[in-house]
């Protein structure tokens, strides 16, 4: 057991989430809980032509409902209106409402990553430098960029959800933003825990959105990092760890965070759903071996369980990123062995992208959600459509319905087609 000195306790105390298969904590909780899938056909745009015609859509999603400061929805795309109302959703549950802390101790770090550009965004610009089939683009100054949109680019930006929650909800305090793709969320909930330790802030309000219902993603996923292809039957496409999986699926999303320092949360009776004990960041860096073999998993959860003072056989449960792809699936399950050892076997394990597909740094979000509502009601959701165990992965995979938590920890793991990973340890209270 590694000796570390006394260090600021940081707690988590109010959570929103906003996914395709639930709006709300408790709708979001009662689809885990049910085992129902928010995977289904592609319907926000016409799905012929695509390599793949699935999605995880937010149904019936209206940002007139949620956000406060309506006159900047038309400067905000569906991943900024979705990262802030799960910051509304999240600062409600932790009933801390706004003037009720000091705004100079109330900070703000979103996961960020790359907001798409619509293509109605550009097409009356674009439309004016064609002649002829010919692009001239001596006319783009002249006749193309006054057909833009003064403030397109805020639509764009990956800092802006960071820059609108805290207008939001008046957050003076530190405020960043982490464009780590899937890694995100959770190295924004480690930059959130750190503010805290040094004394910069009282709470901060952590989170990450992403939507990745867009042509741009579907075709780069389908490039780079496999898309499901059975299409005939949406809600069994999503395999995460089943052999027979043969990609993941596009989907948005978001969940937020409202972190605290302990003795804060208590001296106003804060509802405390976990502790933060411990956050790690690693990256594969260069070599076959540290590629195909997840070092960079196996650095951040080790680098985790140094500041947690734990060992692996203490956690819980593992949250899993859970990709459904062939190869980062595997490699995933090697960094658990790798970092775990031979508790690997032993803990139970859920990959909740079976249940709302893949959408960078907004998922991760979003399996945290996972993890602490998996705490607070100490069930653990099975992991949908895990039928035929991959024999190279050797996982205790959650599957067949929910699994009672006997033991209230839980690591969470997220990690980019590239390596960069994160890990978490947190602990009910």
């Known amino acids: 057991m590694v000796w570390l000195p006394e260090q600021t306790r940081v707690v988590i105390s109010g959570v929103g989430t906003v996914a395709p298969n639930g709006i709300g904590n408790g709708a979001f909780w009662d689809s885990l809980k049910a085992g129902r899938s928010g995977i289904g056909l592609l319907e926000s745009m016409p799905n012929g032509g695509y390599p793949s015609k699935l999605a995880a859509e937010i149904r019936d999603f ?4 949620y956000i ?11 991943d900024i209106q979705l990262g802030v109302t799960a910051a509304s959703m999240a600062m409600q549950d ?34 004016q430098i064609l002649t002829d089939d010919m692009v001239e683009f001596t006319r783009w100054g ?4 006054g057909k833009i949109a ?20 008046d957050a003076q305090g530190p405020n960043n933003t982490i464009t780590c793709r899937d890694a995100s969320a959770l190295l924004a909930l480690g930059e959130a825990v750190r503010v805290i330790e040094r004394g910069a802030a009282d709470a901060m309000i952590v989170g990450a959105c992403s939507s990745n219902i867009h042509p741009v993603d579907l075709t780069k996923f389908n490039l780079f990092e496999s898309l499901s292809h059975r299409d005939d039957d949406p809600e069994h496409a999503c395999r995460p760890f089943d052999v027979t999986r043969d990609g993941t699926i ?28 411990g956050v790690g960041a690693g990256s594969d860096g260069s070599g076959h071996t540290n590629g195909s073999d997840g070092r960079g998993i196996a650095r951040s959860i080790q680098t985790a369980l140094r500041r947690s003072n734990l060992e692996p056989d203490q956690i819980g449960h593992i949250n899993a990123h859970g990709k459904s792809t062939q190869r980062d699936d595997l490699v995933e399950a090697r960094g658990y062995y790798w970092g775990l050892g031979d508790a690997t076997r032993r803990i139970p394990v859920t990959a909740l992208k079976s249940y709302f597909g893949h959408f960078d740094g907004g998922s991760g979000a979003v399996e945290l959600a996972g993890s602490l509502l998996s705490l607070r009601n100490e069930t653990l959701p099975a992991t949908l ?3 035929i165990p991959d024999p190279r992965c050797r996982l205790n995979v959650v599957h067949d319905g ?4 006997r033991n209230l920890t839980a690591l969470t793991v997220n990690r980019t087609a590239i390596g960069q990973s994160a890990a978490a340890i947190i602990r009910a209270l």
């Open 402 to 405: 929910p699994q009672p938590l």
């Open 150 to 169: 003064p403030l397109w680019l805020l639509k764009r930006l990956p800092n802006m959800p960071a820059c609108h929650v805290a207008i939001e909800h």
């Open 385 to 387: 459509n895990y039928r």
């Open 250 to 277: 596009v989907g948005e999303g978001a969940a937020a965070f409202i972190v605290e320092r302990y003795e804060h949360a208590v001296a106003r009776e804060a509802n405390i759903y976990a502790e933060v004990l």
């Open 68 to 78: 406060y400061c309506k006159k900047f929805i038309k400067v905000m795309s569906r």
């Open 62 to 65: 209206d940002p007139e409902n």
């Open 94 to 127: 932790a009933a801390l409402k706004t003037g009720g802390i000091d705004p100079v101790r109330l900070g703000v770090v979103y996961g960020g990553g790359r907001i798409s550009t619509r293509p109605e965004d550009l097409v009356a610009a674009a439309s």
């Open 142 to 145: 002249e006749d193309g960029l």
